[in-house]
């Protein structure tokens, strides 16, 4: 049956880079998106697949019932795009300007309608259900994930599966971990107030470009000098923001970042001396700081068992030097809520082009894909499915 789930799906390949082709060149922001989800019903619907809409604001679920009872697995593709003005030079660039498919999300979703196809085509052979789950805002706290799961899409599932396609790794292979595979994602926003006057007379003023560099500098050593070497911590500034002339000591000085971390109590360490810093930093030059922190995505922790069950399933498709245990990538995604609540696990797709210097890692302008990953993905997460449901028969 697998062999057949295959090449069915090789059959869709020239359709799936079509729909990946439109989506690419028609991208929405999180929160934003109306005609990818609408889009995605459509053709689901034409599958003759039960669709809800709505799900959680914008997501979208689709139903496939086998011909007899059995468990519920759930298939997951995210399907927004980030504020990105696309770079690459290809028939499929991005119409929209100053918005682009940068992270592959238009991959995923375009792999799960041709799963969607070839799934519900052979509904009367399964034994149990598939739920496909389409969901929006990935890319922006608080996520599509959260609220699709409050407004059910996890109901009666009994485990989920995901997958990512990366263009830094070669094509035909996949990678995941059991535990930890990404990190917790926070982000925080710290406005320095000083004393604002004249150029010339520094010593009347308290300089708040002055004190917020000086606590960026100190924040460069939590990690070093506050983490445990054996643990994993990443802080990064992104943004700064103070001035409007030469001539003006500003009053105010704004910087924002992100805090990745895979451990619990690191996490909390983490807020605990960004804090503590900031306040003493600016205490010491008699400034005064407004801090915002915002506790983000929470780590991805892939469940043992489904892990296991996802290496014995690749290793016998794409063979066992194909599959690769990977180390945990700072990076967050909010399949982390689904894997809070259901058994699952989520893994990296291979899709780096033949040529190296045509790669460029996820969130970059010139991103792009094999998009014969689509069909390792695709083929991958049909295994997990089918499978999945006949183990659990057999159980």
């Known amino acids: 049956m697998i062999t057949r789930l295959h090449q069915k799906l090789d059959d869709m390949y020239e359709q799936m880079v079509e729909w990946r082709r439109h989506f690419h060149q028609y991208p929405e922001l999180s929160f934003e998106e109306v005609e990818t989800p609408k889009k995605i019903a459509e053709v689901l619907t034409s599958f003759g697949i039960e669709v809800r809409t709505g799900v959680g604001g914008r997501g979208v679920i689709g139903l496939i019932r086998g011909s007899k009872p059995g468990r519920t697995v ?28 940068a992270c592959g999300h ?8 041709g799963v969607a196809k070839v799934l519900s085509d052979m509904r009367e052979q399964l034994t149990g259900n598939i739920v496909l789950i389409h969901q929006h805002a990935e890319e922006l706290y608080p996520g599509g994930a959260s609220a699709m799961i409050e407004d ?23 990678g995941t971990r059991k535990g930890h ?10 406005t320095i107030c000083g004393k604002g006057g004249h150029a010339s007379a520094p010593h009347h003023t308290v300089d708040s470009i002055i004190v917020a560099t000086q606590v960026i500098n100190q924040l460069q050593l939590l990690v070093s000098r506050k983490v445990d070497p054996l643990q994993s911590a990443v802080l990064s500034i992104g943004t700064f923001h103070a001035g409007q002339a030469v001539n003006v000591i500003t009053e105010r000085a704004v910087f924002t970042g992100t805090i990745r971390t895979l451990n619990a ?11 503590s810093i900031v306040d003493g930093v600016c205490s010491a030059h008699h400034a ?14 892939n469940h043992d068992g489904e892990t296991e069950f996802f290496n014995k399933v ?3 498709d794409l063979g066992p030097d194909k599959v690769l245990e990977i180390p945990p990538i700072m990076g967050g995604e909010d399949f982390s809520y689904y894997l809070q609540k259901v058994p699952g696990m989520f893994f990296f797709t291979g899709a780096g082009k033949a040529n190296p210097k045509a790669n460029y890692p996820l969130h970059h302008p010139r991103f792009d894909f094999d998009e014969r990953a689509m069909l390792v993905a695709g083929k991958t997460l049909l295994s997990l499915a089918c499978q999945y449901l006949n183990e659990q028969q057999g159980k």
């Open 152 to 174: 059910g899409c996890l109901e009666g599932v009994d485990a989920i599966f995901g997958s990512h396609l990366m263009a830094t790794m070669q094509l035909g292979y996949v």
């Open 314 to 316: 690749a290793a016998n």
């Open 106 to 113: 238009d991959g995923h979703t375009s792999t799960l309608l």
């Open 181 to 190: 595979l990404l990190a917790a994602s926070d982000r925080f926003k710290v």
């Open 265 to 275: 109590d690191i996490r909390d360490l983490m807020e605990r001396e960004l804090k």
């Open 288 to 301: 005064t700081a407004e801090i915002e922190y915002q506790r983000g995505y929470p780590s991805c922790i």
């Open 74 to 101: 759930a298939l997951r593709a995210d399907f927004d795009a980030l504020p990105i003005q696309d770079e690459k030079d290809v028939p499929y660039q991005s119409k929209v300007p100053g918005v682009m498919h």
